[in-house]
């Protein structure tokens, strides 16, 4: 299954799953509340998406969206992904993802190293998801 598909899966789950009837509004008429509502009921599963794998136009129509839902920094990682690829290999769904060797993670604040930013060729394990916009 394409990495997409699970995010919208995922998405589509997880406005069901809120209070507001979120899957019944258009996310561009959404308030910061409800981005926060979402990510706290898909933030556990997010972390398993591999965003590497999503095409950029696919990113620009399925994941933009609901870009105020991450941190600053965890988008402006995922957006890096594009805009400085590196080389991918498929990651195994039961390790969380973590921030590239020589590069750095969602999450963190410090500069890149020479190496890149975020998706290496070495397996992930770990993303530290939990600390986000605050």
Request: with cysteine; net charge positive.
């Amino acid at each position: 299954m394409k990495e997409v598909k699970i995010w919208e899966y995922v998405i589509n789950w997880g406005t069901h799953k809120c209070s507001n009837n979120l899957s019944k509004k258009n996310v561009n008429e959404w308030k910061k509340e409800n981005f926060d509502e979402l990510w706290e009921i898909v933030k556990n599963l997010v972390e398993l998406i591999r965003f590497n794998e999503i095409s950029s136009e696919s990113f620009s129509n399925a994941v933009r969206p609901y870009s105020l839902m991450f941190s600053r920094e965890m988008y402006e990682n995922l957006l890096w992904n594009y805009i400085k690829p590196q080389q991918t290999n498929k990651s195994p769904r039961n390790k969380k993802l973590q921030p590239a060797v020589g590069g750095f993670g969602f999450g963190q604040t410090t500069q890149p190293a020479a190496g890149g930013f975020g998706f290496s060729s070495t397996p992930p394990s770990g993303f530290g998801f939990g600390n986000r916009r605050r």
